[in-house]
């Protein structure tokens, strides 16, 4: 599963025009694809309604669902809500994110981010804006479940507890979230997330973690007391994670352009043991800017959470949430998961 930051940027194929995976009425977010038993293509992507703002409404209303295609590229129809909110009193009761699918032997386990909030839920005519009072109490209880099943159709079965908490006085003290899980060949898992920490009542700065477990159910232990890389000179999230022969792979979003030269854009990073990680001589892994199969470029408002669907040990699509726009997730009109194949 080698794949070096120069092959994806430089194999990464047009885009068909009817592909992925969009919903009419819905913000549509966090594309991650497995192939299931019947052989077809299960997109598990985040949801929620257009009556509220794209940012910060996925905090208070995000559900994660299940579409399917017949081709990795799409277009994707949808089938079902997989992880629907299941009231207040649950770790996960208001809002399920970023799910990351994974088969393991012949379990599928669904990673994701949970929150809840002890307050009204949201309904049509609220104004949910990022001083709403269920959105500061929702960000500070985001953290990292798994749901399992022996299908891809279901049923799941969530936990009742996270499996990555946070730590008090440590980078995660605040909230845990964006899964990125790499299973390796004994059944262990390295999971690469995001994280904050507690700084005075309000979060800091977003940081890169790296945990592990022996089994996919845990218990999950952090692999070093401080992040993956320094938040004073690092910036990046929406990581995703793959094994090599040398160790590992990770390619996430540039939030402030600092390292692969793009704001936003995507860059490539390494590790032979998944907690000291190096960027990439040449970091850059793939740019907001995209290519359609009409020949048309377009420069996405938003193109990040990249998942790479990986097809006989090679990667063969990587699917990414987009948005439209001039950039900032206020400024986003439609949102989808686009799917960009990448050559030979």
């Given at each position: 599963m080698t794949l070096s930051v120069e092959q994806l940027y430089d194999k990464l194929k047009p885009a068909p025009l009817n592909g992925?995976?969009?919903?009419?009425?819905?913000?549509?977010?966090?594309?991650?694809?497995?192939?299931?038993?019947?052989?077809r293509f299960h997109m598990f992507a985040s949801r929620?309604?257009?009556?509220?703002?794209?940012?910060?409404?996925?905090?208070?209303?995000?559900?994660?669902?299940?579409?399917v295609s017949d081709t990795p590229e799409g277009p994707y129809v949808f089938q079902e809500v997989v992880l629907p909110a299941r009231g207040a009193q649950f770790w996960d009761g208001r809002s399920t994110h970023n799910p990351h699918i994974k088969k393991i032997g012949d379990t599928y386990v669904l990673y994701y981010m949970g929150s809840t909030h002890p307050l009204p839920e949201a309904e049509p005519g609220d104004t949910i804006a990022l001083d709403d009072p269920r959105v500061i109490v929702a960000r500070a209880n985001k953290r990292i479940g798994i749901a399992v099943s022996p299908s891809v159709f279901g049923p799941w079965e969530r936990k009742d507890n996270p499996i990555l908490p946070t730590r008090p006085g440590k980078f995660d003290s605040f909230l845990t979230s964006n899964p990125a899980p790499c299973v390796n060949e004994d059944g262990s898992v390295?999971?690469?997330?995001?994280?904050?920490?507690?700084?005075?009542?309000?979060?800091?700065?977003?940081?890169?973690?790296a945990a592990a477990a022996d089994h996919f159910e845990g218990p999950y232990r952090t692999l070093t007391?401080?992040?993956?890389?320094?938040?004073?000179?690092?910036?990046?999230?929406?990581?995703?994670?793959?094994?090599?022969?040398?160790g590992y792979e990770l390619i996430a979003k540039d939030m402030d352009g600092r390292i692969g030269g793009?704001?936003?854009?995507?860059?490539?990073?390494?590790?032979?043991?998944?907690?000291?990680?190096?960027?990439?001589?040449?970091?850059?892994?793939?740019?907001?800017?995209?290519?359609?199969?009409?020949?048309?470029?377009?420069?996405?408002?938003?193109?990040?959470?990249?998942?790479l669907l990986f097809q006989n040990g090679k990667p063969t699509h990587l699917f990414a949430a987009v948005a439209d726009g001039p950039g900032g997730f206020q400024q986003a009109t439609r949102?989808?998961?686009?799917?960009?194949?990448i050559g030979e």
């Open positions: 992925g995976f969009q919903m009419e009425d819905y913000w549509v977010w966090c594309g991650s694809v497995v192939q299931g038993e019947d052989g929620w309604p257009k009556w509220l703002p794209m940012h910060p409404g996925w905090l208070v209303a995000s559900e994660v669902v299940r579409a390295l999971l690469i997330y995001k994280a904050r920490r507690y700084e005075g009542n309000v979060h800091g700065k977003m940081t890169i973690g007391e401080d992040p993956v890389f320094p938040p004073e000179q690092v910036h990046i999230e929406d990581p995703f994670i793959w094994k090599t022969p040398d793009e704001k936003h854009g995507g860059v490539h990073a390494h590790s032979r043991d998944g907690s000291s990680w190096i960027f990439s001589a040449t970091p850059k892994a793939y740019s907001r800017t995209v290519r359609w199969e009409d020949g048309t470029v377009q420069t996405m408002g938003s193109l990040e959470r990249p998942f949102t989808w998961n686009m799917c960009i194949p």
